[in-house]
């Protein structure tokens, strides 16, 4: 008797769960797929593995939305809230890829790897004995970083040498520069590069105003926030930034989200701490994010002027959740707009790019022209100037005459495996080898092997074309790798960078003009 009751009762109990199952929406998907995945382990046995069909899954999930959104693993969320903390466990080094490893771009004096006497332009190509070579900056940090008082063993080559260098370094907790260099230029405007928005910025740049600035407010000129590939970083520091140089009650940036209850507009408060001083922006594709919010801030606030190149265009907002085993998702959430109703991203269309803010002043930036960035790639630049940075940095000054070093760049670079081909080549030597397959006429062959020798020669005559660029480059690298960035900067950028100029240039016209102006 009470067997059949018990029974009856968890059939009720089974039909009112697969009722409950299939009437909410969300529980009945995950039941599909549990189900799916058992269907997929019995019949598939040997190619089941629940793990990357789950992330094949959720990749696909992720791949409707946009290409901000994403998953991230327990050790890539953990660096983001690392990075939202201001500072991070690690050796004190940046790098980009290289074909050995990891070329060493810049090292902190105050860190581990400078108190060791690791240098600009050493190639890491072993961590804890595991190859580099290969991996992307971004898969070699997780072994370059760690907990605080952990210890990495590296293995270095240095200037082409045969025989490897070896460290044993304990990292440190090291707080994010965000600006790595802030001083007068010759006519008294105050230069400030900034390279991210990540935590602390915000404290970063009052103390540079408080030093630098206040000191001499009465005969700088105006300030140059260089913002040239700032990728942004957090909302809260680009409305805290932008809050400094407005007046009270200018829109800063408006959040427009998915639900009514996030939209909300920021506003000054607290009045422009620089009394109205003339403010330019320099910008290009790679300022985006946070970076955008500023400058477009100042821009359609009719406070600062911008210069160089139409920004990313990024428009939108992520935001970060944990998912209680350690990972977590990165999910736009909304969109941001200016002054005007200004938004970079039009609500009405489902796009995850947008048109970017366009500059005041246009200017070419050199080092995105193709053979520039495929010369930078080599990383031969960094890896002359930092062998001979002795004969670089004590030879002759930068001027109009090539200094000799030049043309020893040019022999070291033949030396190599670097060559040059334009797309204008590429393309005129397919199109010759489709004629002659085709069996086109020989005068037609022989004007195109007119235009492929006319391209080739072309391409031979990079180096001479792009000569200023390549000397510039060299000297700003040597003197970075012998006495560190900050000088690298006061003698070898600020004084030759064409977009610097012509920001000083405005700040000093616009500092007349609101001169003659007053009764």
């Known amino acids: 008797m009470w067997g059949l009751v018990f029974f009856f009762g968890m059939i009720s109990v089974v039909a009112g769960l697969t009722v409950f199952i299939l009437t909410d929406r969300n529980l009945y998907y995950q039941y599909r797929l549990t189900s799916s995945l058992e269907l997929i382990q019995h019949f598939y046995p040997e190619a089941y593995n629940a793990d990357s069909l789950m992330a094949l899954a959720r990749e696909a999930v992720f791949q409707t939305l946009d290409r901000y959104s994403g998953y991230l693993d327990p050790r890539e969320l953990d ?77 270095l080559v240095r200037n082409g040498m045969a025989d490897t260098l070896s460290f044993t370094l304990s990292r440190e907790k090291l707080k994010l520069i965000h600006i790595p260099f802030a001083g007068l230029t010759e006519h008294n405007a105050l230069y400030i590069r900034i390279i991210d928005f990540e935590a602390g910025l915000s404290e970063e740049l009052s103390a540079v105003l408080d030093s630098v600035l206040m000191p001499n407010r009465d005969s700088v000129a105006g300030i140059i926030f260089d913002l040239r590939g700032n990728p942004g970083g957090l909302l809260n520091e680009a409305i805290t930034v932008s809050n400094m140089f407005l007046e009270e009650g200018t829109l800063i940036v408006g959040i427009k989200g998915r639900s009514h209850w ?4 920021y506003k000054a408060t607290g009045g422009d701490i620089t009394n109205g001083l003339p403010l330019v922006a320099i910008v290009d594709r790679g300022s985006a994010s946070a970076s955008e919010i500023f400058s477009g801030t100042l821009k359609y606030a009719a406070r600062a002027v911008l210069i160089g190149d139409t920004t990313f265009g990024k428009g939108l907002v992520q935001e970060y959740k944990g998912l209680g085993d350690g990972s977590g998702i990165r999910l736009t959430t909304s969109r941001y707009y200016f002054e005007g109703g200004i938004f970079l991203n039009d609500p009405a269309l489902p796009l995850d790019s947008a048109h970017g803010i366009a500059p005041d002043y246009y200017m070419e930036f050199v080092e995105r022209e193709d053979f520039p960035r495929q010369l930078e790639n080599t990383g031969l630049l960094r890896e002359f100037a930092s062998k001979y940075r002795d004969e670089i940095v004590m030879g002759p000054k930068l001027s109009t005459a090539s200094p000799p070093w030049f043309a020893a760049f040019v022999e070291y670079a033949r030396g190599t495996d670097f060559e040059y081909e334009s797309e204008l080549t590429e393309v005129a030597r397919l199109t010759e080898e489709y004629a002659s397959l085709s069996n086109a006429s020989e005068s037609t062959l022989r004007a195109i092997g007119r235009i492929v020798n006319l391209a080739a020669r072309e391409d031979e005559r990079q180096m001479e074309a792009y000569r200023d660029y390549i000397v510039r480059r060299l000297y700003q690298i040597a003197v970075e790798s012998e006495y560190g960035i900050t000088r690298a900067y006061r003698d070898a950028i600020i004084p030759y960078r064409p977009d610097i100029h012509l920001a000083e240039k405005i700040l000093i016209d616009s500092l007349h003009t609101s001169t003659e102006s007053l009764p």
Request: charged content about 15%; aromatic content about 4%; glycine content about 14%.
């Open 262 to 265: 996030q939209n909300v507009g």
């Open 79 to 155: 660096q983001v809230t690392e990075e939202f903390s201001g500072s991070y466990a690690g050796i004190g080094i940046t790098i980009v890829a290289h074909q050995q490893g990891l070329l060493v771009m810049s090292v902190r004096e105050d860190g581990p790897a400078g108190r060791v006497g690791i240098s600009t332009g050493d190639i890491i190509i072993r961590a804890d004995s595991v190859s580099l070579a290969g991996l992307s900056a971004h898969q070699s940090t997780f072994l370059l970083r760690g907990p605080e008082g952990s210890v990495v063993a590296i293995d």
